[in-house]
């Protein structure tokens, strides 16, 4: 099939249209259908929160234009969503200053009031020169820690999981959402003067140099802290937390959230806009009851099962259920299995350092690290004074 006649520069792109007002729902279809040979895929309603990101994957959408006027809330939750995976268009239909700067803050690269064939074509020439193509561009992940239950061990892999990610390569952040363990910062030792809360009080004037003050260095990775007053109480919620995972995304390969419940998860809205969700759960049967529970409230709140991905902590088939047991119970695939490594975790938790690179639970990790991912794991280190030489340097 010839090229259209008015065609669009390059990047080649693929739009996805989500449009609940009747009247653009119609024309700017029709306009795009003039630019390029293939029609966009169109949503006539806003999709449920956590699934955008997905949706556009799914259908190789590389540019989005959402109608932000129906519902402006749920369609800025959209854009915080999708606006580090692909460029976001809003569209209005009349000239909201107010709207349009609250769209722009979220992400949103452009806007249009008019759905013409001559606007869109403005639009695509300016991505076009600003930004590379956007099948190149690599927004940063976000990995949400979750326990099924307490004290299974998801602090000490959300600590560990940052560390071997900054190790294979890209810069990595840890965030620490628990307020009431504050669990970062004991297992590295730190003493932070600034926390979460602080970012939180700072938002609207946030930039590099203040976000440089409020983390702290170890290991190799930055370190957002939880406030070391246990009684300090602050809320984020789904906004808030599409914002601050846009920021994260712009400046981080990895970043890794550490929360303290399923619940907490859900309410800050970390759940919903993550793009893994990692249930850190053990075999024994009563730890397996409350991770059930557990995957009954995450679902509703956002968090589909293609983004969740349960481990297994000290996995000891011996003395608990086994992997098809446990298959059976949450009616989910275990993702992963770490082993139940002991002396090397307590070892370094006294020490504070992270655990000797040629340890059980070290390969663990890096094997965990490479699937999410999606790399091969790096071969297993050798014994030798000379490694553990480097781990306590």
Known sequence: MPAPVNAA?????????????????????????KLFSEPPFVIPDYPRAGVIAAIAAQKG?????????TDAARAQTLISELAPAIPVVALLVANDADLILRCLRRGACDFLTDTGVDSLRAVFERLGRSRAPVAHRRAGKIWCVVPGKPGCGASTLAVHLAIDAHARGGAALLVDADPLAASAAFLLKLKPEFHLGDLLRDWKRIDQDLWSRLTLSACGIDVLAAPEDAATRFEIGRQLAGEFCNFWRERYETVVLDLADVRSAVDSGFAAVADTV??????????????????????PAGSDRSRLRLVLNRYTPATGLKHDDVHKVLSLEPFAA???????????????????????????????????????????????WLSSLRVRK
């Open 9 to 33: 520069p390059a990047p080649p792109w693929k739009p996805l249209v989500i449009c609940p007002h009747t009247e653009i729902g119609k024309q700017l279809p029709e306009s795009l259908r």
């Open 61 to 69: 959408a590389n540019i989005c234009f959402l109608e932000v006027a």
């Open 278 to 299: 990692l249930l850190v759960t053990t075999n024994e049967l009563a730890a397996l009851q409350t991770t059930r529970r557990a995957i009954a409230c995450l679902e």
């Open 338 to 384: 770490l082993g139940n490594d002991y002396e090397a975790i307590q070892s370094a938790l006294l020490e504070g350092r992270p655990v000797q690179s040629n340890s059980r639970y070290a390969a663990d990790v890096r094997a965990l690290c490479a699937q999410l991912q999606d790399r091969a794991a790096p071969p297993k280190e050798h014994t030798s």
